[in-house]
T-cell receptor, first 116, second 116 residues
Framework: AQSVTQLGSHVSVSEGALVLLRCNYSSSVPPYLFWYVQYPNQGLQLLLKYTTGATLVKGINGFEAEFKKSETSFHLTKPSAHMSDAAEYFCAVSDSFSGGYNKLIFGAGTRLAVHP | NAGVTQTPKFRVLKTGQSMTLLCAQDMNHEYMYWYRQDPGMGLRLIHYSVGEGTTAKGEVPDGYNVSRLKKQNFLLGLESAAPSQTSVYFC???????????????FGPGTRLTVT
């Protein structure tokens, strides 16, 4: 069965500092990988996704992630944190991909705090 | 487009009461999903549907029933609510057959349910 591990349930950075949120997955087949962001009292919004092709994926709000097959990782980064980045971030891997249906397996989430 | 909408936003139930959560999407998506979100556990799939009139069990289906009588609507029912069902419930949809888009799931804003 596929699984997702997000290292660190809480991460705190200073405004302007590098953001690094870690995600490792287990999968027996080439995975489709996603990062979602959840702002307080809102639903989940897609930040970026890896399906095929280039392993460095750029998303919205200056975030990017790199798929490293050898390390089974898909870490999320942003060079300079902004106060508005404070949110909860979820990594997800697709479990099955038949006819377009993708059942997502989510990590437990990482809450990012940004301090002035 | 409104995207994915959920009704109600908040609800308090007493143990043993029943209720139905409504999810609607206006993106002509084939697939719809119900998740629950609990602290430290990410999102877990309750039930899903790959088309009108079809439903299937997800990871945590016990105590819930679903129906998809119309393509745009996906209902989640609790026949006899229990305190363990206190959670935030998210509906999602994916896959426009005409666009053949790349399987992103779009989420609703959530329903916060408390069972006392």
């Amino acid at each position: 069965a596929q699984s997702v591990t997000q290292l660190g349930s809480h991460v705190s950075v200073s405004e302007g500092a590098l953001v690094l949120l870690r995600c490792n997955y287990s999968s027996s087949v080439p995975p489709y990988l996603f990062w979602y962001v959840q702002y307080p009292n809102q639903g989940l919004q897609l930040l970026l996704k890896y399906t095929t092709g280039a392993t460095l994926v750029k998303g919205i709000n200056g975030f990017e992630a790199e798929f490293k097959k050898s390390e089974t990782s898909f870490h999320l980064t942003k060079p300079s944190a902004h106060m508005s980045d404070a949110a909860e971030y979820f990594c997800a891997v697709s479990d099955s991909f038949s006819g377009g249906y993708n059942k997502l397996i989510f990590g437990a989430g990482t809450r990012l705090a940004v301090h002035p | 487009n409104a995207g994915v909408t959920q009704t109600p936003k908040f609800r308090v139930l007493k143990t043993g009461q029943s209720m139905t959560l409504l999810c609607a999407q206006d993106m002509n998506h084939e697939y719809m999903y119900w998740y629950r979100q609990d602290p430290g556990m990410g999102l877990r799939l309750i039930h899903y549907s790959v088309g009108e009139g079809t439903t299937a069990k997800g990871e945590v289906p016990d105590g819930y029933n679903v129906s998809r009588l119309k393509k745009q609507n996906f209902l989640l029912g609790l026949e006899s609510a229990a305190p363990s069902q206190t959670s935030v419930y998210f509906c999602a949809s994916s896959y426009d057959r005409l666009l053949a888009e790349t399987y992103e799931q779009y989420f609703g804003p959530g329903t916060r349910l408390t069972v006392t």
